[in-house]
């Protein structure tokens, strides 16, 4: 979830159009207008020359029409000038502020008619990060999953604005338990977090967890 796919389309005077499309949980998710430049929070690691775009979405639990079923969202950014090998980096950005996903694409050098050649879209992988003490800072979006994961129920997981109750973080008990499997799973992810920065409990949300976590690698908390 939230890791956008990306296509660039040639558009007639030479410029691109970026689609990108978003698969959510739920259509409680609205897109809003791509806002150009990279998160504050994703500044160490945006790629020398690239350029970045923020794909914002809205979580509304308000509409009562709107189903609990997976579905995409779509963004559509016009008049891109590229050139070969040119970068391009979105980042997925719920309106809280907090990072879902990041992915780049790169438009490929190479002739057919003229025109330039298929591009390559994938997650971002310059993405990674190291901290002054060496070890490497793990994604905002990997953070979150990590999150998610270390509940006693994952597959309760919605949005970013959930109480971490819902994921059964239900006591104080079960606010350590889930600092600890968080713990683990920076470990496993190449990462590292003391778990007496992480700000968990059955009240915190989703995203607010996930932020104490990327934040706390570096010492910030």
Request: aromatic content about 6%; glycine content about 10%.
């Given at each position: 979830?939230?890791?956008p ?10 410029e ?32 020398k ?7 914002p ?14 579905r995409?969202v ?18 997925v ?11 780049s ?32 800072r793990?994604?905002?979006s ?29 006591d ?27 700000f ?22």
């Amino acid at each position: 979830m939230f890791l956008p796919k990306l296509q660039l389309i040639p558009e007639d005077d030479g410029e691109y159009s970026l689609l990108s499309t978003t698969p959510v949980p739920s259509s409680f998710y609205k897109g809003l207008p791509a806002v150009k430049g990279a998160p504050k929070s994703m500044a160490f690691a945006v790629g020398k020359g690239a350029q970045n775009w923020q794909l914002p979405i809205r979580y509304e639990d308000k509409n009562k029409k709107a189903s609990p079923k997976p579905r995409n969202v779509y963004h559509r950014i016009r008049d891109l000038k590229l050139n070969p090998g040119a970068v391009v980096v979105v980042h997925v950005v719920l309106d809280s502020g907090v990072v879902l996903g990041t992915a780049s694409i790169t438009l490929a050098s190479g002739a057919s008619e003229g025109r330039l050649a298929t591009v390559h879209s994938s997650p971002v992988s310059f993405h990674v990060d190291v901290t002054a003490e060496g070890v490497q800072r793990v994604p905002a979006s990997q953070c979150m999953q990590i999150v998610v994961n270390a509940t006693p129920k994952p597959g309760k997981f919605t949005n970013p604005g959930q109480a971490l109750q819902e994921l059964g973080v239900v006591d104080t008990i079960q606010t350590k338990l889930h600092a600890s499997g968080i713990e683990q799973g920076m470990k496993a992810a190449g990462g590292s977090i003391d778990p007496n920065k992480i700000f968990s409990g059955p009240s915190v949300s989703v995203g607010t967890c996930t932020a104490s976590v990327f934040q706390g690698q570096d010492g910030s908390l």
